[in-house]
């Protein structure tokens, strides 16, 4: 089945620092990519689309200078965490959906592990 | 995409059949009924889709009532390992809105 690989897995680090998540269809081709966030007891938020060759689309309340999105290839889209501070600690997670299905658009989203952000 | 609603948590005896309902009464004709759990501090993990028929894969079955405003997850004898979040989510086909509105799910505990 399609597999989404997420790195890492977890970081620590110090307030101030820029992070990069890297999410990665393992044996698919993704030209669209989600990201979501979650903090501790609470749901999945969605965060942002990524759309492979262009901008990408954010939801409202989501500073897209403070979250970086690059979807360079049909198999990698890139969080980067700007100048990260505490409150920008939490789980992130990217999804993505196997396209040129016979299914067509139903077809769902598949998500990587997560990546556990921790800001000193 | 419609809203829908599930219970807060449910309790499931191990090896028993877990049976998690789903509302969503304003769901429309071309709205699927999608169901992810989320095992914790891992990503959310696909478990089956229906638009109308009832489904059924390795993992679990999934019952829609013919007027399509609910719908029940089955595990058939679960484990431990299914405990979980698991979340009813409903979504047009749509290429161009695929975003997935996660709620606050069941919080499904198997008991020993």
């Known amino acids: 089945g399609a597999v989404v690989s997420q790195h890492p897995s977890w970081v620590i680090c110090k307030s101030g620092t820029s992070v990069k998540i890297e999410c990665r269809s393992l044996?698919?081709?993704?030209?669209?990519m989600f990201w979501y966030r979650q903090f501790p007891k609470q749901s999945l938020m969605l965060m942002a689309t990524?759309?492979?060759?262009?901008?990408?689309?954010?939801e409202q309340g989501v500073e897209k200078d403070k979250f970086l999105i690059n979807h360079a290839s049909l198999t990698l889209s890139t969080l980067t965490v700007t100048s990260a501070h505490p409150e920008d600690s939490s789980f992130y997670i990217c999804?993505?959906?196997?396209?040129?299905?016979?299914?067509?658009?139903?077809?769902?989203?598949?998500f990587g592990d997560g990546t556990r952000l921790s800001i000193l | 995409d419609a809203k829908t609603t599930q219970p807060t948590s449910m309790d499931c005896a191990e090896g028993r059949a877990a049976n998690l309902p789903c509302n969503h009464s304003?769901?429309?004709?071309?709205?699927?009924v999608y169901w992810y759990r989320q095992i914790h501090s891992q990503g959310p993990q696909y478990i089956i889709h229906?638009?109308?028929n009832n489904e059924t894969n390795e993992m679990a079955s999934l019952i829609i009532t013919e007027d399509r405003k609910s719908s029940t997850l089955i595990l058939p004898h679960a484990t431990l390992r299914d405990t979980a979040v698991y979340y009813c989510?409903?979504?047009?086909?749509?290429?161009?809105?695929?975003?997935?509105?996660f709620g606050t799910g069941t919080r499904l505990t198997i008991i020993p």
């Open positions: 999804s993505a959906r196997e396209e040129g299905h016979p299914g067509g658009g139903n077809q769902p989203q598949h």
């Open positions: 044996d698919f081709q993704a030209t669209t």
């Open positions: 990524s759309n492979e060759g262009s901008k990408a689309t954010y």
């Open positions: 304003t769901i429309s004709g071309n709205e699927y």
């Open positions: 229906g638009l109308k």
């Open positions: 989510i409903v979504r047009k086909p749509n290429f161009g809105n695929e975003k997935l509105t």
